[in-house]
């Protein structure tokens, strides 16, 4: 089957750096997508990789290592605002199958 | 806002009812996708339509069915509801097949009592 694993929580300072992880185990992989969603929102697209390497949005960045199904966000200058939870969602049987983690819960502190 | 709208905002409904949640997309855009999210399930696919015809199904239940009319919107359709059913239900847009980046609506909190 699909599984994509992320951290449940993570804690990080305001101005700081955090980087989420994201592993997958997904037959068929095309790519991985990166989403925000504030408590009783939607959720909102941050990012898109279909190949290897870092793809980079502002203070916002993604990696992917097909080799390794790895992925991750990177997000740098943290402000409150950005507490929030992310998932990862997996690509695979030509788009038509899309996975999402379970989701970090992200707490930006002052 | 994402330009996606979902109708109605909340929904509460007894078990064995049929309710339709309906969704307007993005001017433009040609694919509609369903997703739901619940505590236990996290957030899971249902189904895609593009152009008016399904394009791929997720973990859709056989109680739901979806369809997308010629003006682009879609309703989602529940029935014989199950409390398992409570969820909040999305719907996102995007102009392309693939839903790599898919735009959002504010969702249908659904209710089973």
């Known amino acids: 089957g699909q599984s994509l694993e992320q951290p449940s929580e993570v804690t990080a300072v305001e101005g700081a750096i955090v980087q989420i992880n994201c592993t997958y185990q997904?037959?068929?992989?095309?790519?991985l997508s990166w989403y925000q969603q504030h408590d009783g929102g939607a959720p909102t697209f941050l990012s898109y990789?279909?190949?290897?390497g870092l793809e980079e949005t502002g203070r916002f960045s993604s990696f992917l290592s097909r080799s390794d199904s790895y992925g991750y966000l990177l997000l740098q200058e943290l402000q409150m605002k950005d507490s929030a939870s992310y998932f990862c969602a997996a690509y695979s049987g030509g788009y038509q199958k899309v996975t999402f983690g379970t989701g970090t819960k992200l707490q930006v502190i002052p | 806002d994402s330009g996606v709208t979902q109708t109605p905002k909340h929904l509460i409904t007894a078990t064995g009812q049929r309710v339709t949640l309906r969704c307007s997309p993005r001017?433009?855009?040609?694919?509609v996708y369903w997703y739901q999210q619940s505590l236990d399930q996290g957030l899971q696919f249902l189904i895609q339509y593009y152009n008016g015809e399904e394009r791929a199904k997720g973990n859709i239940l056989e109680r739901f069915s979806a369809q997308q009319f010629p003006d682009l919107h879609s309703e989602l359709n529940l029935s014989s509801l199950e409390l398992g059913d409570s969820a909040l239900y999305f719907c996102a847009s995007s102009p392309y097949t693939e839903n790599t980046e898919a735009f959002f609506g504010q969702g249908t909190r659904l209710t089973v009592v």
């Open positions: 001017s433009g855009d040609l694919s």
């Open positions: 990789n279909a190949l290897d």
């Open positions: 997904t037959s068929g992989f095309y790519g």
